[in-house]
């Protein structure tokens, strides 16, 4: 037993060390700070107080220089325990100081009741020095009632008793957890050199991007995903067929990228620029419905599925024009003698 004791303490120490350092690694690269001069955050409701099924409108209102930018929050952030009905972001003001006002407006529901908090969300500001920081807006506490309440003849019920719990010994739960998970460590790492050494060439689909992209959209349409309200399904391979095709296309990373990051960088990359507010509201709308557990209005998804294709096909025009272009400019050798041939012939 003071083996197993000492094993698990030994894996506990590593497992903080772990994490210290990862923390420590996040914390250097952006500052969280209490707050910044010139920069004020403000997060309101509508309500304090709601029934289960009501709508409630939730507000962050942010006020800075025009010398500080505003990276806009992730629109899948946490909200806690609420669902996203419907929202508006990125509202841009110039105040007569000179002042910018930005605000982000979101529709909230939940169907359970109790006190919740929508926590706070992270607020990322780039100074003209390249640095950056971020600020949490601050928490607000929602009280959500039951219907129940409001009947007149509900029965007096009393609570039922808290069940005993016995405490139970993890310890040679870990133990045996980690020499398992060990095992199978070790057991994997043989297996990937014994198929490494074997020499067997990785699959390279030759086909040109677009004929992939489009194929990948046939099947996905054959999934009947929007008949059957699997929307979240539906937007992850949507949008991971796009960044698939762009990232062949342009030959970037484009997959691993967040949306965030994506647009960013959308000018460097060598997108068209008259498509970046069309495709920025495409992977915003998708980001919601994929991590906010939004619900898209009825003809948004076939929409965006006819805006995907027609974008393909737009960027392979894009490529085959500019493919054109680079053929007409090279010399043609053959030209004179073609020319003195027909000359000949006269």
């Not at 946490?78 to 509202?91: C, P, Q």
């Not at 529901?109 to 500001?125: D, E, H, K, Q, R």
């Not at 074997?198 to 689909?205: I, P, Q, Y």
């Not at 030759?206 to 999934?223: H, N, P, T, V």
């Amino acid at each position: 037993m003071t083996i197993n004791k000492i094993t698990c303490a030994t894996l506990l120490i590593l497992l903080a060390a772990v994490m210290t350092s990862t923390c420590l690694r996040a914390e250097a690269e952006i500052d969280t700070v209490a707050s910044i001069t010139g920069i004020e955050i403000v997060t309101s409701v509508d309500r304090a107080e709601m029934y289960i099924g009501d709508l409630i409108n939730y507000t962050i209102t942010v006020e800075h220089d025009s010398a500080i930018e505003l990276l806009p929050p992730p629109l899948g952030a946490n909200l806690g325990a609420f669902d996203v009905k419907d929202y508006e972001t990125d509202i841009t003001t110039r105040l007569k100081s000179g002042r910018i006002k930005s605000e982000s407006r979101f529709v909230l529901s939940t169907f359970t009741t109790g006190n919740y908090l929508i926590p706070p969300v992270p607020m990322v500001f780039e100074f003209p020095d390249g640095t950056r920081k971020v600020i949490l807006s601050e928490s607000v506490l929602i009280k959500v009632l039951s219907l129940l309440l409001n009947t007149e003849d509900s029965l007096d019920i009393k609570p039922l008793k808290a069940q005993f719990e016995f405490e139970r010994d993890y310890t040679r739960y870990f133990f045996w957890g980690a020499l398992a998970f060990l095992i199978f460590a070790i057991a994997g790492y043989l297996l990937w050199r014994k198929l490494r050494g074997k020499g067997e060439a990785e699959f390279v689909d030759l086909r040109s991007a677009w004929e992939i992209a489009f194929e990948k959209l046939a099947i996905l349409e054959q999934k009947k995903l929007i008949d059957e309200e699997k929307f979240k399904e539906f937007y992850l391979e949507l949008t991971d067929i796009l960044r698939a095709y762009l990232g062949r296309m342009y030959a970037r990373n484009i997959v691993d990228m967040t949306t965030a990051e994506f647009f960013s960088g959308y000018s460097g990359i060598g997108l068209p620029a008259t498509t970046e507010k069309q495709l920025k509201e495409l992977f915003e709308h998708a980001d919601l419905v994929k991590f906010a557990k939004y619900i898209p209005r009825a003809e948004r998804p076939e929409t965006d599925f006819a805006y995907t294709h027609d974008f393909i096909e737009l960027i392979r025009r894009e490529f085959q024009k500019e493919s054109e272009q680079e053929l007409g400019n090279i010399p043609d050798k053959q030209q004179p003698a073609a020319v003195n041939a027909e000359e000949g012939s006269l």
